[in-house]
């Protein structure tokens, strides 16, 4: 910044306060000036709160998985690999190692995008042990007390008819205990009473603790079919159709409906708005996960009738693309509509994710992301080290 001249400010056309001028508002992250096919001023539906010049509705699995990070090339790359190494095990035949990545594949992921989050000096470590505990052990319980059932319901035994009672037992009653066992880690941390109360916190524990629990119990059911050889004797289209559920589908389903449970119990209305319509925004963050829980359910009841295998993956995909879907809007109405960081508007920030100075506000006016879409420890580290001013000549101040 080059001297000591006053900010430009201008009136926000949503919130009626005076704001450091730019693109977005500081304080409520709309538009500063309105824009075609915006969508409503509460949506904001062409930028995501967490990455800058992407739309809420763009396909992008990375920024929706990994909301926390300014740079996400290395998980983009993970993620294709991960797909490259199911594909080729699904074709070699080899069963161990497409039981390994399937089921390893997206929770060790997951773990490396916690530590690059500062997960790890954000969160307490109990409270990252017990997710994981409670998450690993509900799955192998589920999946020992289900047996065989619990393999039609993930997704694993694909086109057996049944009908009555066991279409009941295996299609609903089957999959929904296991939904709600998969929230319980997110649930019972929540009610220990959490330090902290950010929305991509609990984001964070949420699906954690249900891809732990997804993992646990896909690895048990697993685990006899590792002594059946290092070349499977299965047809290939069933090798690549187990793949392409297990190793993708199962786990977006699993984290996009963790995440979501986790972000709603997190949410908290900023002080100025708790008045304003409380429980808008996390009725719709518990709706959409909810919307997923029946897609799953009626996957369920797919599983347990006579379907064709590609039809079952397509099906499988397309609920777990509706499920990243529903996250990503949902994290990013969470973001516009929680509690914030006091706000700071006369003091410089460089915000991460544009790379630009700005004032130390909610939203960042210039690329509109929110202050909270970066991890507790990149926030206080940037206001301790803030940008200096600087004279024409160089020297600092």
Known sequence: ????????????????VDVPAGNFCGLCGCHLT???????????????????????????????????????GAFRWGLAAMVLLLVGCALLR?????????????????VIYLRE????????????????????????????LTGGELARSSGVALGVGVAGARMMRDGIAIPLGGAILMLVPAIVVRVLGPPTREALDGFMIGALGALMFTAAAMLTRLIPQLGTGVISSSPLSI????????GIAVPLIAAATGGLIGA???????????HQRPAVVRLVLVSFALAILLLAIALGMIDV??????????LYLVVSAVAVLLLRLSLHLALLHEAHDEIAADEPVLCQHCGHVVPDM?????????ARASSRSSRALRRTVRPARVDPDGEQR
């Open 264 to 274: 709603a119990l997190w949410f908290v209305r900023p002080e100025s708005k708790k």
């Open 305 to 314: 009738s006579r379907s064709r295998q590609w039809l079952m993956l397509t």
């Open 117 to 144: 989050a500062d997960a790890f000096r954000d969160l307490p470590g109990r409270t990252l042990a017990l997710t994981t505990v409670l998450g690993l052990a509900l799955g192998i319980g589920w999946a020992l």
């Open 1 to 16: 910044m080059s001297d000591d001249s006053p900010i430009p400010m201008t009136e926000c056309r949503i919130c009626r």
């Open 239 to 246: 090798l690549v159709v187990e793949a392409g559920i297990r």
């Open 362 to 370: 909610a939203f960042c006016p210039g690329c509109g992301v929110a």
């Open 34 to 72: 309105p824009r075609r096919w915006e969508g409503p001023d509460w949506l904001r539906i062409r930028n995501f709160g967490a990455a800058p010049d992407e739309s809420v509705l763009s396909p992008s699995l990375a920024s929706s998985l990994f909301p926390h990070l300014a740079h996400r």
């Open 94 to 110: 080899l069963p161990a190692a497409l039981i390994a990545v399937g089921v390893l594949g997206m929770p060790a992921l997951f």
